[in-house]
């Protein structure tokens, strides 16, 4: 009779499991407020993604200027790093790259292992993207060089000098926390010792917890300005370098007023009653829509169709090949649900959340 209601219980509770990994991305307002259930306007949600899909495609083939140009030409050549950083037999850089990849094919790489005949159709045209950055007989090293070098020059519109703004900020900030975080590392070091008193090792500690606070005064200081730079901004390369590194540009005030958008309670209610999870499968499809809805490449040959392709990042999805990035979000990825939550949370950035 135990077993038998042992294996009833088993059998429930796997069932439950499957559900629940099913309906995993509804976001039932019902989690956060106990009778309180969202109501969908089936008629408001298909004119705001209508008008969505509208703002897209006014942007697609918009020309950029050349320092744009430029940086994005680095940006490419820096993510090519995985197949193009190699050492020969003897340890130097390899620069004859078209002969290496006569030799060694991409699908030679492990992870291509899963990929179809269309993932890996695309990895090869990925590839060619990547070879053609190269000069003939040019080190990945060299081309870097050749590439940043090419940053040095005027822009001449207004989203290329608020891109150039904005290299120049993160470089000063770079040197401002490079001595706070030279302590810490001196510090931790220190303190993981066994050669180190223990009388000494508190000495560390506290100039440890002190480089913490002055790069925490240096992180405030600087939040301001870029989330100055997300709302007033012109350059959709600034906004995709701002957003996709929230964490580390904008304040945590920005996620938290974000969520209480998305589900009308505060972030910290949201957190008592369920974690981030959704969150975080939520905020990068509209992070990606939001880009593409102020001229970021989104098309069937930009570099976040082969992120979502080829899985450079999170893991690979076939139905995201060869095809522009919203038409896989919306036709293959999210959940109506997901689309309408995503709908808020992209008109939260576009309103600068203000």
Not at 86 to 104: C, I, L, T
Not at 112 to 139: G, H, R, W
Not at 159 to 182: A, R, S, V, W, Y
Not at 188 to 205: C, D, L
Request: proline share 3%.
């Amino acid at each position: 009779m135990i077993k038998k209601l042992l294996l009833g219980l088993l059998i429930a509770l796997s069932l439950y499991g499957i559900y629940r990994y099913q309906n995993r991305y509804t976001f039932s307002y019902e989690y956060f407020n106990s009778q309180k259930l969202r109501h969908l306007d089936e008629s408001d949600f298909i004119r705001n993604k209508n008008e969505l899909l509208d703002r897209i495609k006014s942007f697609e083939n918009s020309p950029i200027d050349q320092y744009t140009a430029n940086f994005r030409q680095l940006t490419q050549a820096r993510r090519c790093r995985a197949f193009l950083d190699f050492s020969d037999s003897e340890g130097s850089p390899v620069r004859n790259h078209h002969e290496f990849y006569k030799k060694h094919s991409i699908n030679d790489y492990p992870h291509a292992k899963n990929f179809n005949e269309t993932q890996k159709s695309v990895a090869n045209d990925y590839l060619d993207l990547c070879l053609n950055l190269l000069n003939d007989n040019e080190t990945y090293q060299e081309m870097n060089v050749r590439l940043t070098s090419a940053l040095n020059i005027v822009p001449q519109t207004p989203e290329g000098f608020e891109l150039k703004e904005f290299n120049q900020l993160t470089k000063q900030i770079f040197k401002e926390q490079q001595f706070d975080l030279e302590q810490m590392k001196n510090a931790q070091m220190r303190i993981n010792s066994n050669r180190v008193s223990t009388y000494n090792k508190n000495k560390y500690r506290q100039l440890l917890s002190q480089s913490k606070k002055n790069l925490d005064k240096i992180a405030k200081k600087d939040h301001n300005r870029f989330l100055a730079m997300l709302h007033i901004g012109l350059s959709p390369d600034v906004k995709h370098l701002i957003i996709s590194n929230y964490h580390e540009y904008l304040p945590s005030s920005w996620k938290d007023d974000l969520i209480q958008s998305l589900s009308g309670i505060s972030s910290a209610e949201l957190n008592q009653n369920i974690n981030n999870h959704y969150f975080a499968q939520l905020i990068h499809p509209s992070k990606d829509l939001y880009l593409c809805t102020i001229g970021y490449p989104c098309d069937e040959k930009s570099y976040l169709m082969y992120f979502q392709c080829l899985g450079l990042k999170y893991s690979a999805n076939k139905e995201a090949c060869n095809q522009p990035v919203y038409s896989y979000y919306f036709s293959d990825f999210l959940t109506q649900n997901m689309q309408y939550d995503a709908l808020k949370v992209i008109n939260y950035m576009q309103g600068s959340g203000k």
